[in-house]
């Protein structure tokens, strides 16, 4: 009874902090959603340890170690948070090379004694595909 | 017919310059204030009438400030990008003022302003859409440590091979680029290797590649990007790109 005093204690801390973040706008809505869901799961699991669920689902699946479920399943969703958060990373690069171009495109300077029309620096709008998600 | 399908080889020398022809010179620069105004002087005498634009990727030194004496252009990137979107950058700056053809040059020297001219041949006459300037086609005396020759051999055979076509200096930065390959080095720019990736990137868009002898030197000052113990983990990352990439970066 205790550990679940406990670790109910903890799951609605962690259900708090999101929530906080989320008003105080530290969290976009995919990721503010996506550790509601999981503080709410967490939430769920321990109101729900003396009903032995845990230990059902763990037998279901064939798991000897009802612990066993949690930890795997957990480190899965870290495995996957990760590779989300890699991908993404990888996508702000792409965006922050293609800003700093353009960026130097727009400070570009001529030497001072350029005869006029050599070069032909203009600026054409960029046609670089604008992206949302 | 199918004119890929030949070593992509070509031994012409020399070419006269039609009137009118709109040269921009790419010359990416970090940290090489000693040698690039000297570059850039003897670009503009080998070109006389081009356009000479330094990249500045985030340089410490007055490298953009000695390009601009020497009489290039000089677009200064606030941050270091890296070889990949600096050269990428010049690719745009030359699409959108509308030049036919774009030169790759290095800014630490190693490369001969002079033989700029062995490059632009193939592009005047029309017989191709880039021109990659190898250091293992007879001219010159460039000759690298054994370890760095081994793997420009295997890159050589891995690029042939997925290029379809033979290339002896897959990782030469000296280049010629016309219209076409302008449009699309601009949009499509591989960031971490683009020397070997462009030449794969250019077969599968259709570009016509062709190699000419030049000869290079040793690099005046500073080092190569590449050297020690980096070699290995760069060739393991080139290698992981050539195999596994589909050759196709888009630019945002």
Redesign the interface.
Known sequence: MRATVLDLALSLGFLILTISAVRRQRLREQQALLWLAVSLVMVLLSATLPLHVLDRVAHLVGIAYPPDLILMLGVLFLFLLVFHLSTSLARQA?????L??E???L?????P??PAG???????PS?????SD | MDRFDEPATHTDDGCRLPVGL?I?VIVPALNESTTVGGVVASVQQALPGS?V?V??DGSTDDT?ARA??A?????????N?GIG?AV??GY??AA???FDVAIQIDGDGQHDPAETRHLLGPIVSGEADMVVGSRWLGRGDYLAPRSRRFGMRILSALVTWRAGATFTDTTSGFRAVGRTGIALFA?HYP?DFPEVETIVLGRRKGLRIVEVPVSMSHREHGSSSISGLRSAYYMARVILTLLVGNSDW???
């Open positions: 792409e965006r922050n090379t293609t700093i171009q960026i130097g495109l400070k570009a300077k001529l030497p004694d350029t050599a070069g032909r620096v203009e600026h054409l046609h670089a595909p604008v992206e | 709109q921009c356009r634009v990249i500045d953009g601009l004496e009489g290039a252009a000089v677009i200064p990137l606030p941050v990008v979107g990428q950058t745009r700056f959108r003022n509308g949009e960031p888009s630019s945002s």
